[in-house]
């Protein structure tokens, strides 16, 4: 079992920077790869980076030169910094695990991107 707890979520005006954090606790030793997602208001859930064990990343082309996943394994945490923020990056991010066999998900933080 694998428990994620994120935040820092909030209301940034367009062009602001943002930054999400995402906590694992229970069995993180067998996490392969961390990543964040995004579910606008009735839009499928997308993949907006991920980051695997050894640090090898990967974006959405559409956020790709404005957010930067990482992860720190010492303390367990998997960061999104977003830079450029657009209205259309309003969602709520999800943090992911993803284990041999299992998957695990956060409640959630919402970023809000507006005037």
């Known amino acids: 079992q694998v428990q994620l707890v994120e935040s820092g979520g909030g209301l940034v005006q367009p062009g602001g920077s943002l930054s999400v954090s995402c906590a694992a606790s229970?069995?993180?030793?067998?996490?392969?790869?961390m990543g964040w997602y995004r579910q606008a208001p009735g839009k499928q859930r997308e993949l907006v980076a991920a980051v695997g064990s050894a640090g090898t990343t990967t974006y959405a082309d559409s956020v790709k030169g404005r957010f930067t996943i990482s992860r720190d394994n010492t303390k367990n945490t998997v960061y999104l910094q977003m830079n450029s923020l657009k209205p259309e990056d309003t969602a709520m991010y999800y943090c992911g695990a993803f284990l041999p066999g299992a998957n695990y998900w956060g409640k959630g933080t919402k970023v809000t991107v507006s005037s």
């Open positions: 229970g069995s993180i030793s067998s996490i392969n790869v």
